[in-house]
């Protein structure tokens, strides 16, 4: 019976992966002349369509390399959509968008701003090429697709920044915007387009570098708007403007100012410089008289530096918080102060590191797994049912991700490191990572997926003639940081959780030889650890 329920429930989930890919039918990713595309590139595309009446349902589908913002009829709809490339090596996500309240009847205006991050990092696998994949569909049955109708240009605004720049291991670059070279309020509907060029047309869904399009898992950002910091301070003789933020958040500053052109403004946060490596800015460059400016490069930190040249009046300031969009449904409260506020930070914390993947916010935005393993633990608890999603695609990233030899690796999606730590895979696989979300969840979907890969990834490890865990350098042999560092205890103590997970997950699924073999390795690994570890108070290894 239990296999008769796994294959509708199997059935059902490949239907709507089936679906969801039909509604590209017909669509053709869209983008600039290959030989005019550059790293670090902003596209502006426009599309004009006509509603024969008001009230028309309309659901936007949507993807990108490598961000988005979406107008319609000149109002914000999507800030920073589209998730980072890789729900596997070779694929794109896409985002599903209601856009039925912002038409009306007669003509409208859909505009699409796209960054284009053009090389690879620790959380993004570059495709290589800028593009842009829509299908609207109206409930009239009206369907307008990308294609060469639509208009599009580079925007000439947007370049390159001073050095520094960021770490390797950021995709994203620092954002340089010469508002001498801006082009208005291109998102509005009124807006005189006849200079722009039809889009090129890049090869019908699906089609390389993008190839195939699976949906984002969980909803867009959660979005404050543009808000007021706590307090504000000049620093260092007038030169900086601090806005100071009621916690360490995720933001992009915003500026109103009266300036004569070409002066030079630069925005960052406290978090900066972490060592000596650096996370992303952005510069403004003044043109003449009022003006406005967003950073659309989220930064993250307890205050933004808004370093201030000679003869610019600021006007304004102020910030727009983005978060992952889940509600906190978990709580805490003692009668200690001091606990109470640990929980607040640490709750703050976990947020923090819930983004596209669940990573810090700073250094790397790097979904190590190890790390992971940690936070979703917090999420389970605290967190509302968004939450488990981004564990999930945690989860379905590793997998995956898997290579054909069986090796797991983190983090992922990654377009410059394939490197595995078997120590964190062994966690990632194991009762506190794999196993705890089904704990949670009840997911028995995902424990079928992930079954054959933790079963693949566990064969490649070995015991040796004493029932102990044969050293498995991977391809970084790291354990931890600091000194004194017990690897043999700690080899065999996550490889027996690991163990464990598998076995959970055979006896769920009904693979009674596999839950047999993982239970007799973990009797034996047990009893060699006693035999060879145990000093009587502590475990240890002999020979460290």
Known sequence: MLKIILSLFLLVYCSNLLWGNEVFDKAQWISIPQENAQPNQWLCFRKHFNC??????????????????????????????????????????????????????????????????????????????????????????????????????????????????????FPESNIH????????????????????????????????????????????????????????SWMKQGQQLVGFLPRNITVTPYIRLKARPGLLIDMQTDNYKIGEEYTVRAEYVTTDGIQEFEAYNYMSGHSVIYTIPTGVEVLDVGYRETRFDTDFVGSFHCNDDFYNVLWQKALNTMN????????????????????????????FYACDNNGKKAVRKAIENLIDWQKSDGVLFSPIPAGNWDKELPMQMLASVGKYGFWNYFVYTGDTLLMKKAFPAVKKYLSLWNLDERNLVIHRTGGWDWMDWGTDIDCRVLENAWYSLALESLRNMAILLGENMVAKECEGKMIKIKSAVNKNFWTGTLYRDPFL
């Open 52 to 169: 024969a009446e008001q009230g028309v349902r309309a659901q936007l589908h949507v993807a990108v390399d490598s961000k988005y913002w979406l107008w319609v009829n000149g109002k914000l709809v999507v800030f920073e959509g589209g998730l980072k490339r890789g729900p596997n090596p070779c694929d794109t996500y896409y985002d599903s968008v209601d856009l039925t309240d912002y038409l009306h009847q007669g003509e409208n205006l859909i505009a699409v701003q796209v960054w284009f991050f053009g090389k690879d990092g620790f959380n993004h696998k570059n495709s290589g090429r800028a593009g842009l994949l829509v299908d609207l569909d109206l409930s009239d049955g009206t369907k307008i697709v990308s294609d060469d109708s639509w208009l599009v240009r580079i925007h000439p605004a947007f370049g390159e920044s001073l050095p520094p720049y960021p770490n390797f291991r």
């Open 177 to 232: 915007f010469d508002a001498r070279k801006d082009i208005g309020k291109w998102q509005n509907l009124s807006y005189n387009d006849s200079s722009w060029k039809k889009a090129v047309c890049c090869g019908e869904y699906p089609c390389e570098p993008w190839n195939k399009v699976h949906k984002r898992p969980f909803p867009n950002w959660r979005d404050s708007g543009i808000i007021a910091y706590d307090s504000l």
């Open 352 to 379: 923090l590191n819930m983004r596209d993947g669940i990573q810090d916010p700073d250094r790397e935005r790097s979904q190590w797994w190890g790390d992971a393993t940690i936070v979703i633990g917090e999420i």
